[in-house]
T-cell receptor, first 113, second 110 residues
Framework: GAGVSQTPSNKVTEKGKYVELRCDPISGHTALYWYRQSLGQGPEFLIY????????DSGLPNDRFFAVRPEGSVSTLKIQRTERGDSAVYLC???????????FGPGTRLTVL | SQQGEEDPQALSIQEGENATMNCSYKTSINNLQWYRQNSGRGLVHLILIRSNEREKHSGRLRVTLDTSKKSSSLLITASRAADTASYFC??????????FGKGNQVVVIP
């Protein structure tokens, strides 16, 4: 079956621009997660959705970051006024429930020039 | 903040040898998971061990969990060149968030 998909696979933008990153979870998975991974580091938690609501957004670094999941399936991570420090691979994962294994997408590599 | 801390961080072995990685964590967990990552992109789930389990096997993988020492180990037996990757442990705690360590870079030499 189809796994978690993320688009775009690569995004290059200029400092100060707005970007949107999309995640399509595995069908039927109610839990969806966003992580960010910098070079040489492990993924870092950003936000967790259970259904349509953000159950835990404590990992978002500041108010330039926002994520939505309006219909409980596809999610969009939005970054305003991008900074060079936002450059990283943004990973999305989904799971059947919040306590099961998480299945990761291939990630979006964001580069802010 | 990251909880998991793998040890060692880089491992180079000959094909056919066993590879062992360790991971420690700081707070109580619901479960601990090991992931593999190739080329810095998609993470592949390998195995999940719950806090009330002590050992789990999956194919050539063996994971142990010692909650009293807050540590886990991953053993890959009879390693293959295709096992070359980064391996991460991640603890599930609190509101269903995974906390990853920095990862182990494993290179299997054919």
């Amino acid at each position: 079956g189809a796994g978690v998909s993320q688009t775009p696979s690569n995004k290059v933008t200029e400092k100060g621009k707005y970007v949107e990153l999309r995640c399509d979870p595995i069908s039927g998975h109610t839990a969806l997660y966003w992580y960010r991974q910098s070079l040489g580091q492990g993924p870092e938690f950003l936000i967790y959705f259970q259904g349509t609501g953000a159950a835990d957004d404590s990992g978002l670094p500041n108010d330039r970051f926002f994520a939505v999941r309006p219909e409980g399936s596809v999610s969009t991570l939005k970054i305003q006024r991008t900074e060079r420090g936002d450059s990283a691979v943004y990973l999305c994962a989904s799971s059947i429930t919040g306590y099961n294994e998480q299945f990761f997408g291939p990630g979006t590599r964001l580069t802010v020039l | 903040s990251q909880q998991g801390e793998e040890d060692p961080q880089a491992l180079s072995i000959q094909e056919g040898e066993n590879a062992t990685m360790n991971c420690s964590y700081k707070t109580s967990i619901n479960n601990l998971q090991w992931y593999r990552q190739n080329s810095g992109r998609g993470l592949v789930h390998l195995i999940l061990i719950r806090s009330n389990e002590r050992e789990k096997h999956s194919g050539r993988l063996r994971v142990t969990l010692d909650t009293s020492k807050k540590s886990s180990s991953l053993l890959i037996t009879a390693s293959r060149a295709a096992d070359t990757a980064s391996y991460f442990c991640a603890t599930l705690y609190g509101n269903n968030r995974l906390a990853f360590g920095k990862g182990n870079q494993v290179v299997v030499i054919p």
